[in-house]
């Protein structure tokens, strides 16, 4: 999807607007901003994404796509404050921990983790949003009894043999399900999310 987004395909671009946006504009209204001071962060986060998408290279150290675009949001957030005349950069305990929401190992150099925030850049969970909305958009890619033998053996956690029996197919089919639904889910974050 990354190399498709670089390439223009207007498809692409959706997903990852789909796929990220919400977590653009939670970022924004942790850094304070009101809601439509976010959606307006949130839209010049994508714009500056569109331009200089081509920059981000996955393959460098500690690079995420989550970490790289939360450093823009961090920026944008900052340029709207700057542009109002709002001091960003007052002293204490409360703008500590507004600037340290935006802490990102990209931007300040860090290779650990601290416990607030994940080695890539964002908060806890955040991944496994982002994989849900993948999820849920790649749903409507494949039949019913497909996605229900993905579903029930990657993530309920049943064997493949329990629901072969019960989705009525052949276990073989069954592992191809999941195979199948994970197969897209890995070639549809690649360059975006680590996966398994």
Same mark, same amino acid.
């Given at each position: 999807?990354?190399? +498709?987004?670089?390439?223009?395909?207007?498809?692409?671009?959706?997903?990852?607007?789909?796929?990220?946006?919400?977590?653009?504009?939670?970022?924004?209204?942790?850094?304070?901003?009101?809601?439509?001071?976010?959606?307006?962060?949130?839209?010049?986060? *994508?714009?500056? @994404?569109?331009?200089?998408?081509?920059?981000?290279?996955?393959?460098?150290?500690?690079?995420?796509?989550?970490?790289?675009?939360?450093?823009?949001?961090?920026?944008?957030?900052? !340029?709207?404050?700057? +542009?109002?005349?709002?001091?960003?950069?007052?002293?204490?305990?409360?703008?500590?921990?507004?600037?340290?929401? *935006?802490?990102?190992?990209?931007?300040?150099?860090?290779?650990?983790?601290?416990?607030?925030?994940?080695? !890539?850049?964002?908060?806890?969970?955040?991944?496994?949003?982002? @994989?849900?909305?993948?999820?849920?958009?790649?749903?409507?890619?494949?039949?019913?009894?497909?996605?229900?033998?993905?579903?029930?053996?990657?993530? !309920?956690?049943?064997?493949?043999?329990? @629901?072969?029996?019960?989705?009525?197919?052949?276990?073989? +089919?069954?592992?191809?399900?999941?195979?199948? @639904?994970?197969?897209?889910?890995?070639?549809?974050?690649?360059?975006?999310?680590?996966?398994?």
């Amino acid at each position: 999807m990354l190399n +498709a987004a670089r390439g223009g395909q207007p498809e692409a671009w959706q997903r990852i607007v789909q796929l990220y946006g919400p977590l653009v504009y939670g970022w924004a209204r942790k850094g304070g901003l009101a809601p439509v001071d976010a959606a307006d962060v949130t839209q010049e986060t *994508f714009t500056a @994404v569109a331009t200089q998408l081509t920059r981000f290279d996955e393959h460098r150290r500690g690079a995420t796509f989550r970490g790289w675009l939360r450093a823009i949001v961090r920026n944008k957030v900052v !340029d709207l404050l700057r +542009a109002r005349g709002t001091e960003v950069a007052r002293g204490g305990t409360a703008n500590w921990q507004l600037l340290n929401e *935006f802490h990102s190992p990209e931007l300040n150099g860090a290779d650990g983790e601290s416990s607030e925030v994940a080695a !890539d850049g964002g908060q806890p969970g955040e991944r496994e949003r982002i @994989v849900s909305r993948a999820l849920a958009i790649m749903r409507t890619h494949f039949d019913k009894s497909t996605w229900q033998a993905f579903w029930r053996t990657a993530i !309920d956690g049943c064997s493949p043999e329990s @629901v072969a029996e019960e989705l009525g197919i052949s276990r073989w +089919a069954v592992y191809k399900a999941r195979s199948r @639904v994970l197969h897209r889910l890995r070639a549809d974050l690649k360059g975006l999310e680590e996966l398994p």
